[in-house]
């Protein structure tokens, strides 16, 4: 699992005083960093090897100025050339909102998925739920 924790800016919110929708996916790409690291340690954007194919957000409870939150990810489904990243905000000890993006590991040279290596699919095994590394 990767954790970041930050305080959400002010502009984050919005007229009803609360972190606004639109924010959430923003703070899960930062939160992915980690991730991407896995792939490309550099992050240099010459030689990047990922494309985000769908991304879906729930929310469960408002998220508020002022207070802390943590990101927490995790490499929830692993396959040939895609896996799932799992994510959620917490607040105030209280899961705020989740998601996942599936991201897949993409050569843009050929413009086509290519496989994940066996080494780097254990690494990302590694970052699953603790409820999965068991099964």
Not at 43 to 48: K, V
Request: glycine share 6%; proline share 4%; net charge negative.
């Amino acid at each position: 699992m990767f954790s970041d924790e930050f305080y959400p800016r002010f502009s984050d919110t919005d007229a009803l005083g609360h972190i606004n929708n639109t924010c959430i996916p923003v703070w899960f790409e930062g939160a992915r960093e980690g991730v991407f690291k896995l792939f490309t340690p550099d992050l240099d954007l010459q030689n990047w090897p990922l494309i985000l194919a769908k991304i879906d957000v729930h929310f469960h409870a408002q998220i508020y100025y002022g207070e802390k939150v943590e990101i927490r990810t995790f490499v929830s489904r692993i396959g040939n050339s895609s896996f799932d990243v799992y994510q959620e905000v917490w607040q105030q000890g209280e899961c705020k909102a989740s998601g996942t993006a599936v991201m897949v590991h993409f050569c843009y040279q050929k413009q086509g998925a290519v496989a994940i290596d066996d080494n780097l699919k254990q690494i990302l095994l590694s970052h699953a739920p603790t409820h999965q590394k068991n099964s």
